[in-house]
């Protein structure tokens, strides 16, 4: 069991961005912004630090990529936002206990935490 949470932001709006389609094109007429935005998908990780390894940390962005192109379609791949952020041992809490980089290794072993 691994623990992360994943947050998906829709929209996330990049002005002028080439690669997005029509279809996410906002027209804003606020006044501190006279401008088109586009619209883009932002997935947000958080892990406790030192649970993921770079390699498990690339895997976590390609899959939450992939998974978010089945749904809006391949041309947002290039405009698609992922980024995974780390919590020290520790500052995460659960039920009232705080949860270290050990006791996620603990629960990964199928050990109690």
Known sequence: ???FRSVWHYPRRVKQWAN????????CDGSREQHTEKQMPLIQ????????????KR???NKLTDAM???EGENMRGV???????????DWGIGGKALTTSD???LAAGKAA
């Open 1 to 3: 069991m691994s623990v």
């Open 20 to 27: 997005a389609p029509d279809h996410f094109a906002v027209a």
């Open 45 to 56: 990780v958080r892990v406790i630090k030192d649970v993921f390894n770079k390699d498990q």
């Open 59 to 61: 895997q976590i962005i």
């Open 69 to 71: 192109v089945s749904v």
């Open 80 to 90: 698609t936002w992922v980024t995974i952020e780390e919590v020290e041992s520790g």
């Open 104 to 106: 996620v290794h603990a």
